[in-house]
T-cell receptor
Framework: AQTVTQSQPEMSVQEAETVTLSCTYD???????LFWYKQPPSRQMILVIR??????QNATENRFSVNFQKAAKSFSLKISDSQLGDAAMYFC???????????FGAGTILRVKS | KAGVTQTPRYLIKTRGQQVTLSCSPI?????VSWYQQTPGQGLQFLFE???????NKGNFPGRFSGRQFSNSRSEMNVSTLELGDSALYLC???????????FGSGTRLTVV
């Protein structure tokens, strides 16, 4: 079974600074998708960024980018120019190309200081 | 474009009762998934439906069931509620799951 590990329960960053959230996963499959979701206090999970395992190029969405290391099974999220609105719980998630479910990590609480 | 709508937002039930939660996906999305979120267990997959068929089920007891209607709306039902069923239940829909899911705001169920 696939597992996703987020080793940082909580992180803090100063506004306008850069922060990196870590995620590692375990799978024997070669074809899969990885996601970062953000869950603010409103509870709604919001898709931040996605990565296809067969693509070597790291995904980027505005201030959000990933460092995808397939051999190391690592998928970290970098947030540049952090804003107060980035404060939330961030979840890393895995989805097999052949499966029908997301496997989530335990989450990392991100606090942004003004 | 309306998002994923879950009703009700909050629910308080007594042990032994049953509950039905509703989810209306984004128009055109035929895939609907359900997840349970608790502080102790995190986010766990319950089941996924596509075109009224259950395609996958998580490791939950038979008290947890669901269905999907022809208009893609989905319901999940929990019978004989236990205190441990208290959780945030999240519904997600997708046009193409590989591109990610859109989640609703969830139903907060409290069992007393």
């Amino acid at each position: 079974a696939q597992t996703v590990t987020q080793s940082q329960p909580e992180m803090s960053v100063q506004e306008a600074e850069t922060v990196t959230l870590s995620c590692t996963y375990d799978t024997s499959e070669s074809d899969y998708y990885l996601f970062w979701y953000k869950q603010p206090p409103s509870r709604q999970m919001i898709l931040v960024i996605r990565q296809e395992a067969y693509k070597q190029q790291n995904a980027t969405e505005n201030r959000f980018s990933v460092n995808f290391q397939k051999a190391a099974k690592s998928f970290s999220l970098k947030i540049s120019d952090s804003q107060l609105g980035d404060a939330a719980m961030y979840f890393c998630a895995y989805r097999s190309a052949y499966g029908n479910k997301l496997v989530f990590g335990a989450g990392t609480i991100l606090r942004v200081k003004s | 474009k309306a998002g994923v709508t879950q009703t009700p937002r909050y629910l308080i039930k007594t042990r032994g009762q049953q509950v039905t939660l509703s989810c209306s996906p984004i128009s055109g999305h035929r895939s609907v998934s359900w997840y349970q979120q608790t502080p102790g267990q995190g986010l766990q997959f319950l089941f996924e439906y596509f075109s009224e068929t259950q395609r996958n089920k998580g490791n939950f007891p038979g008290r947890f069931s669901g269905r999907q209607f022809s208009n893609s709306r989905s319901e999940m039902n929990v019978s004989t509620l236990e205190l441990g069923d208290s959780a945030l239940y999240l519904c997600a829909s997708s046009l193409t799951p590989n591109y990610g899911y859109t989640f609703g705001s969830g139903t907060r169920l409290t069992v007393v």
